[in-house]
């Protein structure tokens, strides 16, 4: 079965729009584009800020929930970012990506609940999950 899976949001753009705290790669990895991290709002001490994030939110889970959870797999072991910027690089490993979509599918009710409680572009409303919608390749600016 194949998932529609339509991201609003190139890597590239998350990460200059401050994704994660800034602190999600624990280096530039050599596998992806310089070009994605010419703009990058990162962090330079290795930990994670929240200014760095676009709504200057903590909206990230730890990675001990994320493991306690089975969100993390050996072929993708930072995560669903990590295997949308190999899967925006043409890589397919039907399994995998066939259970990231879902879980990128999931992250929907965010925008029923911004639509439902939120002005029209008001981008100081529930800025927690608009930060989260932008880690997972929507454009929450546009809510």
């Not at 295997?83 to 490993?93: K, L, N, S, T």
């Not at 599918?105 to 965010?110: D, E, P, S």
């Amino acid at each position: 079965m194949k998932l529609q899976f339509s991201p609003q949001l190139t890597p590239k753009e998350m990460l200059d729009l401050g994704v994660f705290g800034g602190n999600y790669f624990p280096h530039i990895p050599e596998e992806f584009p310089a070009e994605w991290f010419s703009n990058a709002r990162l962090s330079s001490d290795g930990k994670a800020h929240s200014e760095l994030n676009f709504f200057e939110v903590v909206a990230s889970q730890p990675r001990s929930v994320w493991l306690a959870k089975g969100w993390i797999d050996e072929v993708d072991p930072l995560g669903w970012f990590q295997w949308y910027c190999r899967y925006f690089q043409g890589r397919r490993i039907p399994e995998i990506d066939n259970k990231q979509i879902k879980r990128w599918k999931a992250m929907r009710r965010h925008i029923a609940q911004i639509t439902k409680n939120c002005q029209k572009q008001d981008l100081t409303c529930r800025r927690r999950q608009r930060q989260a919608l932008l880690h997972w390749a929507y454009d929450s600016r546009k809510i």
